[in-house]
């Protein structure tokens, strides 16, 4: 623990009082994680495992934290020559292969711009971010599917196209695209192999606290992506995400040692909580699960045959884990089970735990944030609930003139980034500043932060509703929710009511006008296979939201349809259902 004490004033808390109360980060100038954090675990623990890293196909691999540094260090020479330095835009397309991690400290080592990104980018998707950005590299997989779609984006980009590398063996580039743009493929494994065993010494300077790290690209539910910008703090803000949230293990606190799984791509800011900073900052494991197909059964066997520790998913993977016989599974191993990335269904929660004995702890966060509010170990988890407000950040719910809402008002996340003068809701407070792990607006677009970040208050643009307990409840995100006939209808409830019934799979909740009562409920619903579309099926649907939760929520409106449509990131897009009323 000798590291994590460097980086805050304490570790233990008795209680979440005193957690919320006390909990302070030490942020050192000119931190880089890469440096400050890797090269000290690599020269204090260098045989310890790191990263342990497996494939669907059995193929398997475990590295220490020495193997980080020299595999960095050649990585960050190989960028070197590529002509990547302090600054510069990299995209990393990699799936979950084990080389997406030195790649990452080598772009944080360089002081480069590391731009995550999922390998189901199309070729429009490619042309709009390298333009966005004006990405000077991309490293991908050696996947026909991203090479053929990378290619088709270089010549539209012409001199402007950036370098391109793969990881992988057996692929040969198109010579068509590379002649158009004078920019052959590079082997990045490679070019690293050259470098092997030599060391990558410090730039001087290399960066500032506010220097950019990291882009992602949000997965657009109502627009384009937009670039959100996190500074050199953002890893310190994930301590919080790791040891009290997801309670990871140091790896000498238990018989298997700490070993975290966080399902999520490489390309999503998921990751980044789940699979990297904090984990290693709290002296954790992380363990990469690499597969093209989700089998519940295949992961669970993985999971608790190289025991797991600590274990993180959204709701979708458990809604498929309470469908096996998970009697037949050890989880003796494990201490912790988490979720986010959607709402949780309580139904989810209740069949979890009467199977394994593990509760789910809920969180909410954003790409722009790090764990905002949380089920927390001090704390009796609520299913359904987002759990209570995370230390260093100040929340509160507002009504739309910005007003503070009451107890079981229904009203926006915020978040304060300076003291207020007024008193902030129960449990919240307004007496503090922008915590470390806070995005620092969106790159290159002024107009947009100030109309979500101003007057020292950010607007999540998410909806809820505080208890007497202090726990917030999730509702919508702001757009979504549906005013009918003088009622505020958040659409997360009436979908868990939904999905609760054996018929339905999938399903979104959107308001269609009504010129009686503003908008009426409308569900669009995949059917589970087996089940037929009909209007005696639509009639029990509605009976059954009726008779789950207050009758006015009910959907007047039902379609059934094949699919959803959704993001590159799985997000429903509600907006594309609204435009299809």
């Not at 030490?26 to 260098?46: G, H, Q, R």
């Amino acid at each position: 623990m000798a590291l994590l004490d460097k980086y805050v004033t304490q570790t233990e808390f008795s209680s979440y009082e005193d957690f919320f109360n006390n909990f302070k980060i030490n942020t050192p100038d000119n931190f880089n994680f890469a440096w400050d954090v890797m090269d000290s675990l690599a020269a204090e623990k260098p045989n310890e495992r790191a990263l342990v890293w497996c494939d669907e196909h059995g193929d398997e691999a475990v590295f220490s934290y020495a193997d980080l540094k020299r595999l960095s260090d050649a990585a960050a020479l190989a960028f070197s020559e590529m002509g990547i330095g302090k600054g510069s835009p990299v995209m990393l397309i990699l799936k979950r292969r084990w080389e997406y991690w030195p790649l990452l400290l080598a772009l944080h080592k360089l002081a480069a711009i590391a731009i995550p990104a999922t390998h189901l980018l199309t070729a429009k998707d490619v042309i709009y971010r390298c333009k966005a950005a004006d990405i000077k590299a991309i490293v991908c997989v050696d996947d026909e599917r991203v090479i053929q779609h990378i290619d088709d984006s270089l010549p539209q980009l012409g001199t402007n196209a950036p370098q391109c590398a793969f990881v992988g063996a057996g692929f040969t580039p198109a010579p068509a695209a590379n002649a158009l743009v004078n920019k052959p493929w590079v082997d990045f494994k490679k070019m690293m192999a050259k470098y092997e065993g030599q060391t990558f010494n410090k730039p001087n300077p290399c960066n500032t606290n506010n220097d950019i790290m990291l882009l992602y690209f949000t997965s657009g539910t109502t627009g384009m992506p937009k670039m959100v910008r996190h500074n050199f703090r953002y890893p310190l803000g994930h301590i919080v995400t790791a040891k009290y949230w997801q309670q990871v293990l140091d790896g000498a606190a238990t018989p298997y040692g700490g070993l975290h799984l966080t399902v999520a791509d490489t390309g999503w800011a998921k990751a980044a909580w789940g699979k990297i900073y904090g984990q290693w900052l709290c002296g954790s494991a992380v363990f990469v699960y690499d597969y093209e197909r989700f089998v519940p059964h295949e992961m669970l066997d993985v999971i608790t045959r190289h025991k797991v520790t600590t274990f993180c998913a959204p709701p979708t993977i458990y809604r498929f884990f309470i469908k096996e016989d998970l009697s037949k599974y050890d989880f003796s191993s494990f201490k912790q089970f988490v979720v986010a990335g959607e709402p949780l269904n309580p139904e989810i929660y209740n069949q979890f735990k009467a199977s394994t004995g593990f509760e789910l702890r809920e969180a909410y966060g954003q790409t722009e944030l790090t764990v905002v509010m949380a089920n927390w170990p001090w704390n009796e988890p609520k299913p359904g609930s987002m759990g209570k407000p995370a230390p260093n950040y100040h929340v509160d719910l507002v009504r739309d003139d910005g007003s503070s809402c009451g107890m079981g008002e229904e009203g926006q996340i915020v978040i304060y980034t300076a003291p207020q003068s007024s008193q902030a809701g129960e449990g919240s407070g307004k007496n503090g500043c922008r915590p470390d792990g806070m995005f620092d607006g969106y790159y290159r677009d002024a107009e947009l932060t100030e109309k979500v970040w101003h007057d020292a208050i950010y607007y999540t643009g998410d909806m809820a509703w505080r208890d007497e307990d202090g726990y917030y409840w999730f509702i919508g995100r702001a757009d979504d929710v549906i005013k009918s006939s003088g009622y505020r209808i958040g659409p997360f409830e009436v979908e868990s009511c939904l999905l609760e019934h054996p018929s339905v799979l999938e399903c979104a909740i959107t308001a269609v006008p009504d010129p009686d009562r503003g908008a009426v409920v409308k569900a669009t619903i995949v059917l589970v296979k087996g089940y037929v579309a009909s209007e005696a099926l639509k009639k029990e649907l509605q009976e059954h939201v009726k008779t789950t939760t207050a009758p006015y929520k009910y959907p007047r409106i039902i379609e059934f349809v094949e699919e959803l449509p959704k993001t590159i990131s799985g997000k429903i897009r509600r907006v594309e259902i609204r435009g299809n009323k």
